[in-house]
């Protein structure tokens, strides 16, 4: 074994073992310094947008750093303060439920359904009343759920500072990377060794696969707001665009969606308007969604990708398993970098072995 062959085996090994000694320096900041990327991503035409007219790329950096910085923290802590006053009160409104006879009426209405005089029948049966035991528990359960709240929002104060911590090193890995994400594009692509078309297919086959991603729950989720929305505005829930803009949000959220604004919107609407239009705005929502979500979804994600709709649906599925909420932009890029990375198999060795035989 010669010199050479020597100091390139000494050279790869101690490279890997300093990647895998950063891996662990990094690992506990992996989640922030991955989100900080994606949203270096995606705001990357916004300043575009802003250096038109601010003509120096740190200000117009600085400028789109502190408005998504605002954007998150504004709402959290306006959603904290809420959270812990609605925890505050549920048990109270609760109570005066049961002391002014509400849940006597609630009794009442269950005794005259068919399903609310099976339910009473068959807690007979077994030595329960209704009319006395839905008063407690009506109680117990909001107790309990006041109890959860207030127990997860005193375990949210103690991670405040993990939570600050990571969203200083997100919010920091963004306007680095959103300042000088061009430099660390154009090094990385010159840093791997392979042909220049080669480099073009996969480097732009990841760039497409982020873009349509993000571009399909943006979409998707604009929509599920705007149809949500106009249900809402039509059987006459109130607050009906907030909720609009709500559901928009939560269509972003890879677990419960805008099921967790329409579901409790649907069930107020039963009990203070009748459970006609109630039944009505859940028609209308799951027809809605139902079209977004296995129509207008997967086209959308699908165009620029290149992927067959069921890789595309397997990729952020098993995304979410393996990532949590960031498996939705990893699981298809791995997803689409991998195709890429067949096809440059299939042109330079595949094709290569046939020539030769």
């Known amino acids: 074994m010669d010199r050479e062959r020597i100091v390139q ?60 910085g605002l954007g998150v923290v504004l709402p959290a802590i306006w959603l904290s303060g809420r959270l812990v006053v609605e925890a505050q009160t549920l048990y109270t409104q609760a109570t005066e439920l049961v002391n002014s006879g509400g849940v006597n009426k609630l009794h009442d209405w269950a005794v005259h359904t068919d399903l609310g005089a099976w339910v009473a029948k068959k807690m007979g049966e077994r030595g329960y009343k209704l009319d006395e035991e839905l008063p407690k528990l009506t109680l117990q359960a909001a107790r309990m759920t006041s109890d959860y709240v207030a127990r997860n929002a005193t375990q949210a104060a103690k991670n ?144 620029g990708t290149g992927l067959p709709t069921i890789a595309l649906f397997l990729g952020i599925l098993g995304g979410l398993e393996a990532y949590g909420p960031l498996g939705l932009f990893l699981g298809p890029a791995i997803m689409s970098v991998f195709a890429s990375l067949v096809r440059v198999y299939k042109k330079e060795y595949s094709g290569s072995r046939k020539e030769a035989a």
């Not at 890997?16 to 891996?23: D, K, T």
């Not at 990327?37 to 740190?58: C, D, G, N, Q, T």
């Not at 109630?278 to 296995?294: E, M, P, Q, R, T």
Request: charged share 15%.
């Open 9 to 68: 085996l000494f050279f790869f090994g101690f490279l890997a073992v300093m990647a895998y000694e950063l891996y662990e320096l990094l690992l506990p900041f992996l989640t922030p310094l991955a989100w900080g990327i994606l949203l270096a991503f995606m705001a990357h035409p916004a300043l575009i947008e802003v250096e038109k007219y601010v003509k120096r790329r740190s200000l117009s950096t600085a400028i789109i750093s502190v408005i998504v």
């Open 160 to 303: 405040v500072l993990s939570f600050i911590i990571d969203f200083g090193i997100a919010l920091l890995a963004f306007f680095y990377l959103l300042r000088d994400g061009d430099y660390y594009y154009r090094s990385l692509r010159d840093l791997t060794p392979l042909h220049e078309d080669d480099k073009k297919a996969i480097f732009d086959t990841l760039r497409t696969t982020l873009s349509s991603v993000m571009r399909g729950l943006m979409l998707t989720a604009v929509l599920q707001g705007v149809t949500i929305g106009l249900g809402m505005l039509i059987f006459g829930v109130p607050y009906w665009l907030f909720l609009a803009i709500a559901s928009a949000a939560a269509g972003l959220m890879p677990i419960g969606g805008t099921a967790l604004v329409w579901i409790p919107a649907t069930l107020y609407l039963g009990f203070a308007s009748g459970w006609s239009p109630a039944v009505g705005l859940v028609i209308w929502c799951s027809v809605a969604l139902a079209v977004i979500d296995n129509f207008i979804k997967p086209l959308a994600m699908k165009h």
